[in-house]
C-alpha cells in the first residue's frame, strides 16, 4: 500500500508561484505513472500534469502548459509541481495521485490506484 502525502499549497497572489511536493510513505514510487489533478470548488477533479515511471515523458492539460512542469527525484519517492505565473483559475484543491495508466488513459483520475489527501492551492487577484 502506497501512501501518498501532497504539501506546498498556500494563499498567492496573481503571477506567483508554488511548488507542490508529494512524497510515498510505505513503498517506492519508481514502478508507477505519477500525476497531478485538481479540484475546483464546485467542479469535478481534473488532469493537471503526469509523469510517467521512467521520468522521461510529461504531460499537461492545455491551459497549464508553459506555466507548471511536473518531475520526479531520482530515487523515485516524490514528485514535484512547480507552478508558475499562477491566476485565479488555478485556485483549488491538489491531488498527487499513482498508477500504471495505458497512455490513452494517463488524463483519466479512475486509472490510479493511490491518491493523496490534497493540498490546497489559493490564487488572489
Known amino acids: 500500500q502506497v501512501q501518498l502525502e501532497e504539501s506546498g499549497g498556500g494563499l498567492v497572489q496573481v503571477g506567483d508561484s508554488l511548488t507542490l511536493s508529494c512524497a510515498a510513505a510505505?513503498?517506492?514510487?519508481?514502478?508507477?505513472?505519477m500525476a497531478w489533478f485538481y479540484q475546483a470548488p464546485g467542479k469535478e477533479r481534473e488532469f493537471v500534469a503526469a509523469?510517467?515511471?521512467?521520468?522521461?515523458?510529461?504531460y499537461y492539460k492545455d491551459s497549464v502548459k508553459g506555466r507548471f512542469t511536473i518531475s520526479r527525484d531520482s530515487a523515485k519517492t516524490a514528485v514535484t509541481l512547480q507552478m508558475n505565473r499562477l491566476t485565479p483559475e488555478d485556485t483549488g484543491v491538489y491531488y498527487c495521485a499513482a498508477g500504471r495508466p495505458a497512455l490513452s488513459a494517463i488524463r483519466n483520475r479512475d486509472i490510479y490506484y493511490y491518491w493523496g489527501q490534497g493540498t490546497q492551492v489559493t490564487v488572489s487577484s
Open positions: 510505505g513503498g517506492s514510487l519508481s514502478t508507477y505513472d
Open positions: 509523469i510517467r515511471r521512467s521520468g522521461g515523458y510529461t
